[in-house]
């Protein structure tokens, strides 16, 4: 072809491509959108995002376009949130309108649209308040959540007790404490740590973890249709949900044998109950599909992120020993060494408190949160958002915000001490996203993550296997999110 030629060819191929991106982008009821950089047909901004880093990069784009702008991840268009004043006015002001889930193609599949994390509308409504209810109301079995965590920790000090001061790693003994304080909540019992049972949940749980973490699972979420028909670690992780659910499957065959409608032993039994209620009145919300998939929800949500913040903490605790000691002297006062921890003993230990606030502001484990989207054409400050818009909240932006936590970047339990010493609660600690999508197990995690850190800083003193200045705290990051490195210890009985 000759060079004439050549140039025309280029010349056409820029100009189809520009129309292209202006239709795509001016398409009707896309309103005033905020602003944003430009996009590449179908690819989107997606050679300008960097995975492994896309908190870092939202952060950079933010210095240019402001708190509220527009990127396109594939074909998916994508207002971003930055900062408290944004993500507070979308999310809780505007509650109902950010209300619903953004798409994750990937977990959609898994989860066949169904269970309280994926669906949207009055299907999500009702399975949320219903679990809400359940958790709250937990002295509906023989004991409360606060009771079966102390329970937990019992068996956990014990274990700690038996690796007789030699170094470990944390991860697998927080996760199995985590997991089992879920399982007494669901299933009605906690396992043994060896038993064949729950060394096979454990491994679902964490092997599903390591998959999440792969950068495949991004490219499926971008391009579903695509990756499909490709193999790799997001075709493992469809299977890993389909096994889990065979587990959860099993237990509740055998709770439908035992079932009482009078006395509901568990989450699976109220379930039940409300399915049989739901099946006399023709409503279809609470089948069987939806039970299993918001049981999987819950072990796969809460299991990782308190085992790692468990993790991370204890790391933390590594690097600063003159905190932890103000720790175990607070512990020493208030509860002494002869009772477990209690929730009551947390308004009398405004450090430890400070200290588990701080564990999960610097690590932002949800550094982006999940997805939201609007459910209908909204104004949002000077712009439009349409209908179905997928909406990313970028809670770091909040957790880090230098006029709140001055040095953000700095471990400082004193963020949320005041002059006096006393605890001081903050708008802006938000780990657990905010509004009406705000963490089904908030309340839960709280408390693991009081009672767990503080029995274990109550028996013992945490030892690091290399000198405290080269422990490196900064966290470790993937697609879903952020997660301590790995490390060992050792741990002293006090």
């Known amino acids: 072809m000759d060079p004439l030629g050549t140039t025309t060819l280029f010349l056409v191929i820029c100009v189809s491509c520009l129309l292209f991106l202006f239709t795509w982008r001016k398409t009707p009821g896309s309103g005033k959108l905020p602003p944003g950089p430009v996009a590449l047909p179908l690819i989107g901004n997606m050679l300008q995002l960097r995975e492994k880093s896309l908190s870092q990069h939202l952060d950079e784009l933010s210095r240019t376009y402001g708190s509220i702008f527009t990127i396109y991840l594939g074909s998916e268009r994508v207002v971003v949130l930055h900062g408290y004043e944004a993500v507070k006015e979308a999310l809780v ?20 649209g169904t269970g309280i994390g994926f669906t949207n509308g009055e299907p999500w409504k009702q399975l949320r308040r219903f679990a809400l209810m359940t958790l709250r109301d937990f002295g509906m079995g023989k004991k409360s959540i606060e009771e079966r965590i102390q329970e937990e920790t019992r068996f956990l000090v014990e274990r700690l ?11 697998l003994l927080l996760a199995h404490v985590v997991s089992n304080v879920i ?13 064949e049972n729950f060394v096979t949940l454990i491994n679902l749980i964490l092997e599903n973890g390591k998959v999440q973490q792969d950068p495949w699972i991004v490219l499926y979420n971008f391009f579903p249709t695509l990756m499909d028909y490709v193999p790799g670690p997001h075709q493992r992780l469809f299977k890993l949900f389909d096994e889990f659910r065979s587990f959860v499957g099993e237990r509740v065959n055998t709770h439908k044998a035992s079932l009482d409608p009078n ?14 209620e739901g099946q006399k009145n023709g409503d279809t919300i609470f089948t069987e599909e939806s039970m299993l998939q918001s049981t999987v929800g819950l072990f796969f949500g809460g299991t990782g992120s308190v085992s790692h913040t468990l993790c991370f903490g204890l790391l933390v605790l590594l690097k600063f020993p003159e905190i ?3 720790v175990h002297e607070e512990i020493d006062s208030v509860i002494g060494r002869s009772r477990s921890p209690g929730m ?3 308004s009398q230990m405004p ?20 997805p939201h989207a609007v459910a209908r054409d909204v104004h949002l ?8 818009t997928t909406i990313f909240p970028v809670l770091k932006s909040v957790l880090y915000d230098s006029r709140e936590f001055p040095n953000p970047e700095q471990f400082n339990p004193g963020h949320f001490l005041d002059e006096n010493g006393a605890f001081k609660k903050s708008d802006f600690f938000m780990p657990f996203s905010a509004g009406k999508r705000i963490c089904l197990g908030e309340g839960l995690a709280r408390m693991e993550l009081f009672l767990i850190l503080t029995a274990i800083l109550q028996n013992f003193t945490l030892k690091p296997i290399v000198e405290p200045k080269d422990i490196d705290i900064i966290p470790a990051s993937s697609s879903v999110g952020n997660h301590p490195k790995p490390y060992q210890l050792r741990v002293l009985c006090r």
Do not use: M, W
Not at 263 to 276: G, M, N, S, T, V
């Open 93 to 112: 002001d505007l509650g109902d309108e950010f209300s619903r889930r953004g798409k994750i193609p990937l977990f959609e599949k898994a989860t066949k």
């Open 161 to 171: 007790r038996n690796t007789h001061e030699r170094s470990f790693d944390p991860s």
């Open 183 to 195: 399982c007494s909540i669901v299933f009605g019992d906690r396992f043994d740590y060896e038993e």
């Open 263 to 276: 006395c509901p032993r568990d989450f699976i039994d109220a379930f039940l109950i409300k399915i049989q």
């Open 324 to 326: 932890e000691a103000k």
């Open 344 to 346: 009551a003993d947390r």
């Open 351 to 370: 450090y430890t408190d400070a200290v588990v606030h701080e564990i999960q502001r610097f690590l932002a484990l949800a550094p982006i949160g999940f």
């Open 381 to 388: 400050r000077q712009y439009v958002i349409p209908k179905g």
